[in-house]
């Protein structure tokens, strides 16, 4: 009998969602599915209401503290045959309640056991890979897949319809954006990672030592995202220091701070990411080599 693992936290209901048909498509006769949700001791609130609380948590996104979880429903000791950890992206690194798990006593858990994992984001993941894999590393895991899921509509769109999503909950569409959210194509990839995943766990020769989601289009990069998430990566972190900076002399000048990086990011939105594309594409000839090797570490393990 095969015995999988399934962890994942979602706040705004999407990595549920992800999780929910990757749950359909593997439970099986012969296997045993074992499905946990992670809790934090204080929940994150969804939808957020006030811009204030969301970017509370950025310095701690980057910088920790990590919060408490509730205690697990598994015993970390039992062995997998798969891990799946399904983990949504906040400012650009794993969330929360994620990241504390991969550093908590039971993530040992994952030592030297198949891993795949699969991120859910608006459209820029890549940073947030990045630091999953050396979180696993860490852990003593073997990455064997890794899937990367964005919102529907294009990235001018998102960022309406994401924020409207998480600050007041509502993913409609409107005034012609398309709603917000992972799409149902984007499910209809998961029951194909699934039934992947399956045949893996049912060939009667060995589910094999290569990457399971090879060929299925796991994982897309788009070029175009990868200077403004590999910038914001260090943007976001000076800014995590420097709220964190001011958090020691109370919670009002860190207030005053948030407020100062959400005027910054909007300028970032509304000039920097357009700039920065430019700057790609006048600095291509010089940054092809880079951005191919980058781009070929983004895609392993499981590639397209």
Request: hydrophobic fraction near 45%; proline fraction near 8%.
């Amino acid at each position: 009998m095969k015995r999988i693992l399934l962890i994942y936290y979602s706040q705004s209901g999407d990595a549920a969602r992800v999780a929910q048909k990757l749950a359909e498509t593997l439970r099986a006769p012969d296997s045993e599915l074992v499905i946990e949700r992670l809790r934090p001791r204080e929940e994150y609130p969804f939808p957020w209401r006030r811009i204030g609380r969301f970017f509370e948590v950025l310095p701690e996104c980057h910088l920790g503290p990590l919060p408490k979880l509730e205690p697990i429903q598994f015993d970390p000791d039992q062995r997998f045959d798969l891990i799946i950890l399904v983990y949504q992206v906040w400012f650009l690194t794993p969330s929360l309640p994620v990241q504390s798990f991969l550093q908590a006593p039971a993530a040992r858990v994952l030592r030297d056991r198949r891993v795949l994992t699969i991120s859910v984001s608006r459209n820029m993941w890549h940073s947030a890979s990045e630091t999953m894999k050396v979180l696993l590393e860490r852990c003593g895991a073997r990455h064997h897949d890794n899937a990367a899921l964005t919102h529907q509509g294009p990235a001018w769109a998102t960022f309406i319809t994401t924020p409207r999503a998480l600050l007041f909950g509502k993913t409609s569409r409107f005034w012609g954006f398309p709603p917000a959210g992972i799409a149902e194509t984007e499910l209809v990839r998961v029951s194909r990672f699934g039934e992947a995943i399956r045949r893996h766990l049912d060939d009667p020769h060995g589910p094999g030592d290569g990457p399971w989601l090879g060929g299925l289009g796991a994982v897309r990069v788009n070029r175009r995202y990868l200077i403004a998430d590999w910038l914001g990566w260090y943007w976001f972190r000076a800014w995590a220091h420097f709220l964190k900076l001011l958090g020691r002399f109370g919670p009002l000048p860190r207030r005053a701070g948030i407020y100062c990086f959400v005027g910054c990011l909007l300028f970032a939105i509304v000039v920097a990411i357009p700039l920065s594309m430019v700057v790609r594409v006048l600095l291509w000839p010089f940054m092809g080599r880079w951005t191919a090797a980058y781009v070929r570490r983004l895609e392993q393990p499981s590639g397209l």
